[in-house]
């Protein structure tokens, strides 16, 4: 099955500059890329995705990169603000009928006021 | 509103005392998972229901089993709960239909096996 791994583990960034979270997957058939933010005692919700036919895509401060040859992606978050402090996880679904989700093991963010 | 409920939000139980974790989503969902997140292990899933009766084994099904009797509800059921059980549960839905459709997640179920 499909596996990703994600790092770093911990990030910690001072207000205002950028942080980026990479992971990489097993899987080449896997075709779409969720980033899901997890804030403290809550629940994950998605943030940005990629779908396999798009090299990047931008929200605002937000940015997802894919690179397809190499089977990584990137999260950038540019100009970050003490509210993006959180828990990060990418995830990659692959084709086939279950359509499994599969998420990496998770970027704790801390931005540095 | 939109959403996925989880009952209970917080549960402590003894070793081998068997529990009922409920969730619930009225979107029309047809896919719906659960979900145990550990430290350091991020989420990993337990199980998953394609649409009603339909139900598979996700990567950590061990000593867990669901049903899925209607597209609605989605329980997650412990016969004989472990020690190691003890984890933050989510359960999860969205439409089968879009392969890009984000996954909606519940609140979340701390449980504590002692």
């Known amino acids: 099955g499909e596996n990703v791994e994600q790092h770093p583990s911990t990030l910690s960034v001072q207000e205002g500059d950028s942080a980026v979270i990479k992971c990489t997957y097993s899987d080449s058939a896997s075709n779409y890329f969720p980033w899901y933010k997890q804030e403290l005692g809550k629940r994950p919700q998605l943030i940005i995705d990629?779908?396999?036919?798009?090299g990047e895509k931008k929200d605002q401060r937000i940015a997802v990169t894919l690179n397809k040859t190499a089977k990584h992606f990137s999260l950038h978050i540019t100009e970050t603000q003490p509210e993006d402090s959180a828990v990060y996880f990418c995830?990659?679904?692959?084709?086939?009928?279950?359509?499994?989700?599969?998420f990496g093991s998770g970027t704790q963010l801390t931005v540095l006021p | 509103e939109a959403q996925v409920t989880q009952n209970p939000r917080y549960l402590i139980t003894v070793t081998g005392k068997k529990l009922t974790v409920t969730c619930s989503q009225n979107?029309?969902?047809?896919?719906m998972s659960w979900y145990r997140q550990d430290p350091g292990l991020g989420l990993r899933q337990i199980y998953y229901?394609?649409?009603?009766?339909?139900?598979d084994k996700g990567d950590v099904p061990e000593g867990y089993k669901v049903s899925r009797k209607e597209k609605r509800n989605f329980p997650l059921i412990l016969e004989s709960p472990s020690p190691n059980q003890t984890s933050l549960y989510f359960c999860?839905?969205?439409?089968?239909?879009?392969?890009?459709?984000?996954?909606?997640f519940g609140n979340g179920t701390r449980l504590t096996v002692t």
């Open positions: 995830a990659a679904i692959g084709p086939g009928s279950a359509r499994q989700l599969t």
């Open positions: 990629i779908r396999s036919n798009v």
């Open positions: 979107m029309n969902h047809e896919y």
């Open positions: 229901s394609m649409n009603v009766e339909v139900t």
């Open positions: 999860a839905s969205s439409l089968w239909s879009e392969v890009n459709s984000p996954l909606h």
